[in-house]
T-cell receptor
Framework: DAGVTQSPTHLIKTRGQQVTLRCSPK?????VSWYQQALGQGPQFIFQ???????QRGNFPDRFSGHQFPNYSSELNVNALLLGDSALYLC???????????????FGSGTRLTVV | AQSVTQPDIHITVSEGASLELRCNYS??????LFWYVQSPGQGLQLLLK??????LVQGIKGFEAEFKRSQSSFNLRKPSVHWSDAAEYFC??????????FGTGTSLTVIP
C-alpha cells in the first residue's frame, strides 16, 4: 500500500518564476494538507483541500495556491518565487471519515525547493 | 493562539543513555498533542499522540511521553537510546480545524 507520494523530490527555480508541486495521497485518503518547512524550522500549515476545495488556509500570501483533482491528488502552485520560498514542502493526507481527534495524517517525504 | 516551544535546539546523548526531549505548548482547551520524528531527507513519522485519558502515552520505537497539564508540557522520553534514533524531533499541537502547529524541533545526536 503506497503512502503519500510527492514529486519532484528536488527542484531549483529562479526568483520570479512559478512552480508546481504534486502530491498523491495514501490509498483511501481524500483530504490533502500542505506544509512548508524552512531550514531549521518546524513545518507551517499552508492549506488543506477536501472535495476539490480549499477548506482551511494558514498565514500564507495568495501567491500560494492549490488544487485538488477528482482522484484526490493535489497540486501546490507558488507564483513569483522569492528567495524565502526555499524550503521543504510536505504533503499530508488523511481521511475525512475519521474524526478530527484521530488526526490520521500520513506525511510524504517532501519536495525540496531551492530558489536562486 | 496555539503554539509549541521546544527549548532544546540540539541534544547529544550516548548510546544506551536515557533521553528526554522537552515540549511546552500553549492552547486554550484540552490539547491534542503529538510527537513526530524526521530523519534526513525524509518526511514526518508519527511517534505517539495524546488526546485524553492516561497522561502517559506509549509510542513506537520504545518512546513514551507524559502530558502534564499543570506545566503545559508534553515531554518525550526513551530509557535507552539507539544510534538509529538520531534524527530531528518535532512536537505538535492540534489546533482548530485540521492543522497542526509544530515546534521548531530538537536535533538529536547519538554518540557511540
Amino acid at each position: 500500500d503506497a503512502g503519500v507520494t510527492q514529486s519532484p523530490t528536488h527542484l531549483i527555480k529562479t526568483r520570479g518564476q512559478q512552480v508546481t508541486l504534486r502530491c498523491s495521497p495514501k490509498s483511501g485518503h481524500d483530504t490533502v494538507s500542505w506544509y512548508q518547512q524552512a531550514l531549521g524550522q518546524g513545518p507551517q500549515f499552508i492549506f488543506q483541500y477536501y472535495e476539490e476545495e480549499e477548506r482551511q488556509r494558514g498565514n500564507f500570501p495568495d501567491r500560494f495556491s492549490g488544487h485538488q483533482f477528482p482522484n484526490y491528488s493535489s497540486e501546490l502552485n507558488v507564483n513569483a518565487l522569492l528567495l524565502g520560498d526555499s524550503a521543504l514542502y510536505l504533503c499530508a493526507s488523511s481521511s475525512n471519515l475519521e474524526s478530527n481527534a484521530n488526526y490520521g495524517y500520513t506525511f510524504g517525504s517532501g519536495t525540496r525547493l531551492t530558489v536562486v | 493562539a496555539q503554539s509549541v516551544t521546544q527549548p532544546d535546539i540540539h541534544i547529544t546523548v550516548s548510546e544506551g543513555a536515557s533521553l528526554e526531549l522537552r515540549c511546552n505548548y500553549s492552547y486554550g482547551a484540552t490539547p491534542y498533542l503529538f510527537w513526530y520524528v524526521q530523519s534526513p531527507g525524509q518526511g514526518l513519522q508519527l511517534l505517539l499522540k495524546y488526546f485524553s485519558g492516561d497522561t502517559l502515552v506509549q509510542g513506537i520505537k520504545g518512546f513514551e511521553a507524559e502530558f502534564k497539564r499543570s506545566q503545559s508540557s508534553f515531554n518525550l522520553r526513551k530509557p535507552s537510546v539507539h544510534w538509529s534514533d538520531a534524527a530531528e524531533y518535532f512536537c505538535a499541537v492540534g489546533g482548530t480545524g485540521n492543522q497542526f502547529y509544530f515546534g521548531t524541533g530538537t536535533s538529536l545526536t547519538v554518540i557511540p
